[in-house]
């Protein structure tokens, strides 16, 4: 069901947004799903399950291409086997305790690690209230594993189970979360982490770094109360005027003072609930541009834990460590230093880049970034600002004696050097050789807060509107930007480098600024039926995404 572009009262969202019990509807494009496909049960996965409903002459995800391309994936390699199971569950973030949907009964779920070439065979139990899915954020897999309802799968009703399974081809850091609905702004989501078997990187420990921007469960909100509630949009509010375009203006209207603002919260059927939302104010970034995000959350957070009650990583001073930072958050840039350390990057979005030094890096939601340090002897925050949002979660890096750092603990190096990704070059074992495109497909990012009416092209999210590619071409993506709020869009199934710059580092998810044009390419080299979309939760389920179809 797609959320309608109402009117109504706020410029922004959304702290304590609509009042809703977990498991109330979730709203999603994708919950209509074919039904001649069939929800896994006692493990068994969707190979040879029928075509994705849509216009013929493209690509089945579970047809004959897919698993060729399969077939030159898996060769060699053992099979990991996994359970998971997503129920609704309590959790302590270090001192709120919210009921929320998780992967166990931890934040985040229990990391799953594999070796490059090996099979992954992992059963989700879905004992949730509603219908789930399981997408591998950056893995290029086999399309009818991807984990999207409505397009390359059926939902996975209550009750039922589903097998992934699909070969692992590329070492990295990924995740997984669900792709249906708002699922993913909940507690849904865990590391995927793919070792190298030919490692070349030297150091003595790793650590895992998982941010998160968290609302559901606080004060009865929930992240479908959230969308409902930006759904209403802003036009008509006491600002009156519509927004003049696609740039999500404020109608000629200072909103300034506009700091807090109530309205009834929602129950689930749209019905008036008791309590009031506090909506907020959102705030501005300079480094991205316009607006820093949607939704003013009560809790940022580094792997479960709130700013005042960090998580803690002990290691020996002079031990090489490895950092995977992954922004699982829903609506949140986060800004990372790690106080007292210069930090060398090696890989983003799971590819190998040329070493890079930095005070501090800049992660859209969905990106990764992995980096070296050598530790010092002491205790050392590990801060990731909410860019844009003056917040910040907090965790810390501890090699001797001394006290813990405060949740205001701002080290010096979020004002340094910040990296982000166009000042990072491939390695050259996976730079994208210079070649001429043979297919563009140009996508204008349009909408705005006045309706919130996100979409590509003005055409909210569709499984049959389909951007046709033919196997083996060299493909360009280019997005332009004419709202006036940054977006951090990600393609499934394929890496891309950044095409304006030479020998640009590979990546699956990119920050278009606002006003600004973001040009990607890649090779279709891994048939079926693929999303691309705004990796902000809220954009997507009102409507910021597509599809990529290879042409049989």
Same mark, same amino acid.
């Given at each position: 069901?797609?959320?309608?572009?109402?009117?109504?009262?706020?410029?922004?969202?959304?702290?304590?947004?609509?009042?809703?019990?977990?498991?109330?509807?979730?709203?999603?494009?994708?919950?209509?799903?074919?039904?001649?496909?069939?929800?896994?049960?006692?493990?068994?996965?969707?190979?040879?399950?029928?075509?994705?409903?849509?216009?013929?002459?493209?690509?089945?995800?579970?047809?004959?291409?897919?698993?060729?391309?399969?077939?030159?994936?898996?060769?060699?390699?053992?099979?990991?086997?996994?359970?998971?199971?997503?129920?609704?569950?309590?959790?302590?973030?270090?001192?709120?305790?919210?009921?929320?949907?998780?992967?166990?009964?931890?934040?985040?779920?229990?990391?799953?690690?594999?070796?490059?070439?090996?099979?992954?065979?992992?059963?989700?139990?879905?004992?949730?209230?509603?219908?789930?899915?399981?997408?591998?954020?950056?893995?290029?897999?086999?399309?009818?594993?991807?984990?999207?309802?409505?397009?390359?799968?059926?939902?996975?009703?209550?009750?039922?189970?589903?097998?992934?399974?699909?070969?692992?081809?590329?070492?990295?850091?990924?995740?997984?979360?669900?792709?249906?609905?708002?699922?993913?702004?909940?507690?849904?989501?865990?590391?995927?982490?793919?070792?190298?078997?030919?490692?070349?990187?030297?150091?003595?420990?790793?650590?895992?770094?998982?941010?998160?921007?968290?609302?559901?469960?606080?004060?009865?909100?929930?992240?479908?109360?959230?969308?409902?509630?930006?759904?209403? $949009?802003?036009?008509?509010?006491? @600002? %009156?005027?519509? &927004? =003049?375009?696609? #740039? +999500?203006?404020? *109608?000629?209207?200072?909103?300034?003072?506009?700091?807090?603002?109530?309205?009834?919260?929602?129950?689930?059927?749209?019905?008036?609930?008791? $309590?009031?939302?506090?909506?907020? @104010? %959102?705030?501005? &970034? =300079?480094?991205? #541009? +316009?607006?820093? *995000?949607?939704?003013?959350?009560?809790?940022?957070?580094?792997?479960?834990?709130?700013?005042?009650?960090?998580?803690?990583?002990?290691?020996?001073?002079?031990?090489?460590?490895?950092?995977?930072?992954?922004?699982?958050?829903?609506?949140?840039?986060?800004?990372?230093?790690?106080?007292?350390?210069?930090?060398?990057?090696?890989?983003?979005?799971?590819?190998?880049?040329?070493?890079?030094?930095?005070?501090?890096?800049?992660?859209?939601?969905?990106?990764?970034?992995?980096?070296?340090?050598?530790?010092?002897?002491?205790?050392?925050?590990?801060?990731?600002?909410?860019?844009?949002?003056?917040?910040?979660?907090?965790?810390?890096?501890?090699?001797?004696?001394?006290?813990?750092?405060?949740?205001?603990?701002?080290?010096?190096?979020?004002?340094?050097?910040?990296?982000?990704?166009?000042?990072?070059?491939?390695?050259?074992?996976?730079?994208?050789?210079?070649?001429?495109?043979?297919?563009?497909?140009?996508?204008?990012?349009?909408?705005?807060?006045?309706?919130?009416?996100?979409?590509?092209?003005?055409?909210?999210?569709?499984?049959?509107?389909?951007?046709?590619?033919?196997?083996?071409?060299?493909?360009?993506?280019?997005?332009?930007?004419?709202?006036?709020?940054?977006?951090?869009?990600?393609?499934?199934?394929?890496?891309?480098?950044?095409?304006?710059?030479?020998?640009?580092?590979?990546?699956?998810?990119?920050?278009?600024?606002?006003?600004?044009?973001?040009?990607?390419?890649?090779?279709?080299?891994?048939?079926?039926?693929?999303?691309?979309?705004?990796?902000?939760?809220?954009?997507?389920?009102?409507?910021?995404?597509?599809?990529?179809?290879?042409?049989?």
């Amino acid at each position: 069901m797609r959320v309608p572009s109402g009117r109504g009262p706020s410029r922004r969202a959304v702290l304590g947004a609509a009042a809703a019990v977990a498991g109330t509807g979730i709203l999603t494009a994708c919950s209509d799903a074919d039904p001649g496909r069939r929800t896994g049960h006692g493990g068994h996965g969707s190979h040879g399950q029928g075509g994705a409903s849509g216009p013929d002459g493209y690509v089945d995800p579970a047809g004959r291409e897919v698993a060729d391309a399969e077939k030159k994936r898996g060769r060699g390699g053992r099979t990991r086997e996994v359970r998971l199971t997503a129920a609704q569950t309590g959790l302590d973030l270090g001192g709120p305790t919210v009921r929320t949907w998780a992967y166990g009964d931890r934040l985040p779920g229990k990391e799953v690690r594999v070796t490059a070439g090996d099979t992954l065979a992992l059963t989700l139990a879905n004992h949730l209230p509603r219908a789930t899915s399981l997408h591998w954020h950056g893995v290029a897999l086999r399309n009818d594993m991807d984990g999207v309802p409505g397009l390359t799968q059926q939902d996975i009703k209550p009750g039922a189970d589903f097998t992934y399974r699909f070969a692992v081809p590329h070492p990295g850091t990924y995740w997984f979360h669900p792709h249906s609905g708002t699922q993913q702004d909940r507690g849904l989501y865990a590391p995927l982490i793919v070792e190298d078997p030919r490692e070349p990187l030297k150091y003595d420990k790793e650590w895992v770094v998982v941010l998160d921007d968290w609302v559901d469960g606080v004060d009865g909100s929930t992240p479908d109360g959230v969308l409902a509630e930006l759904s209403k $949009g802003m036009a008509d509010h006491d @600002m %009156g005027g519509d &927004s =003049g375009g696609d #740039g +999500g203006g404020h *109608g000629g209207h200072d909103m300034s003072n506009m700091a807090d603002m109530t309205h009834a919260a929602l129950r689930a059927d749209g019905s008036p609930a008791p $309590g009031p939302s506090r909506m907020m @104010m %959102g705030a501005t &970034s =300079g480094l991205l #541009g +316009g607006d820093a *995000g949607d939704v003013a959350y009560p809790h940022y957070l580094v792997n479960g834990r709130t700013a005042k009650a960090p998580t803690q990583f002990r290691a020996r001073p002079g031990d090489r460590i490895r950092l995977r930072v992954i922004n699982a958050g829903g609506d949140t840039a986060f800004r990372v230093a790690l106080g007292g350390h210069e930090m060398t990057v090696t890989h983003t979005d799971g590819f190998p880049v040329r070493h890079t030094a930095t005070d501090a890096l800049l992660l859209g939601m969905g990106e990764r970034y992995d980096v070296l340090v050598t530790a010092k002897d002491g205790v050392f925050p590990l801060t990731a600002l909410a860019e844009g949002k003056k917040e910040a979660a907090l965790a810390v890096l501890r090699t001797g004696g001394g006290a813990t750092p405060t949740a205001s603990a701002r080290p010096a190096e979020l004002k340094g050097r910040l990296l982000t990704a166009d000042k990072l070059r491939a390695h050259e074992s996976v730079a994208l050789p210079s070649r001429r495109p043979d297919r563009t497909i140009r996508l204008r990012l349009t909408g705005g807060m006045a309706k919130y009416d996100w979409a590509f092209d003005k055409k909210p999210y569709a499984p049959g509107q389909r951007h046709p590619v033919r196997a083996g071409e060299r493909v360009r993506l280019t997005f332009a930007n004419s709202t006036s709020m940054w977006h951090p869009v990600h393609l499934h199934g394929h890496t891309f480098a950044l095409a304006g710059v030479r020998g640009g580092p590979r990546k699956d998810t990119a920050i278009v600024l606002p006003n600004g044009t973001l040009s990607v390419d890649f090779e279709a080299d891994n048939p079926g039926l693929w999303m691309i979309h705004c990796h902000n939760v809220y954009h997507a389920e009102a409507g910021m995404m597509t599809v990529l179809g290879y042409r049989t």
